[in-house]
């Protein structure tokens, strides 16, 4: 089984805060995606991950895949609290379907 | 159209009972997947289409779960018989085959099963 293992699972922080979160897997990734998700509602697609050592920004969060393809991060400038939600990583196989970690759970409180 | 649908976004049922959701996919999307996700944890794949080809099936999926998609547009997800431990976020997903594909999300059927 390829794990994705997401850290922290929980994270609560102040308005303006920096924070950053790590997606980890003993195996290569071909992609990565990063997802957000609302309570009661689907992951909303945040970044597509595919060379290793590759940095994209989206605003405030910078989205960086590691040189062997292997782990990948999400660093959030100045958080507010409307980022709060659950963020996933998740694989691809060859298949298509995806394979999601854990989450992580972030709370900004203002 | 703008995104991913489904139907109901919210069922309660009592247990033993047959429940069934529906998908639409984005228009042009020839790919479409099934999740299940549970509290505390990521969404798990149930199973996939492409076109009106149902692909693959989760091991975990038992037998009392089946899908289709008879045109490749639309899908349907029924439970029969549900158990309290169907009770569940059910997550449908569509993508553009092939290479790597991006998936997006519908809002999700919540399942309570009493």
């Known amino acids: 089984t390829q794990l994705l293992e997401q850290s922290p699972q929980f994270l609560s922080i102040q308005e303006g805060e920096n924070l950053t979160v790590y997606c980890n897997s003993s195996?290569?990734?071909?992609?990565l995606q990063w997802y957000r998700q609302e309570p009661g509602e689907g992951p909303v697609l945040l970044v597509t991950?595919?060379?290793?050592?590759e940095v994209k920004k989206l605003k405030r969060l910078t989205f960086q895949f590691g040189d062997a393809r292997k782990d990948s991060s999400l660093h959030i400038t100045a958080a507010q609290p409307g980022d709060t939600g659950l963020y996933l990583c998740?694989?691809?196989?060859?298949?298509?379907?995806?394979?999601f970690g854990d989450g992580t759970t972030l709370t900004v409180k203002p | 159209d703008t995104g991913v649908s489904q139907d109901p976004r919210h069922k309660i049922t009592k247990r033993g009972q047959n429940v069934t959701f529906r998908c639409d996919p984005i228009?042009?999307?020839?790919?479409l997947y099934w999740y299940r996700q549970t509290l505390g944890q990521g969404p798990e794949f149930l199973t996939y289409?492409?076109?009106?080809?149902?692909?693959?099936k989760s091991r975990l999926l038992s037998d009392r779960f089946s899908a289709e998609r008879p045109k490749g547009s639309f899908s349907t997800l029924e439970i029969q018989r549900t158990e309290q431990g169907d009770s569940a976020m059910y997550l449908c997903?569509?993508?553009?085959?092939?290479?790597?594909?991006?998936?997006?999300f519908g809002p999700g059927t919540r399942l309570t099963v009493t």
């Open positions: 997903a569509s993508s553009l085959a092939p290479e790597f594909s991006e998936q997006y």
């Open positions: 195996s290569v990734f071909s992609s």
């Open positions: 991950v595919v060379t290793g050592g």
């Open positions: 998740a694989r691809n196989t060859n298949a298509g379907k995806s394979t």
């Open positions: 228009s042009e999307h020839n790919r």
């Open positions: 289409f492409q076109n009106e080809a149902q692909l693959e």
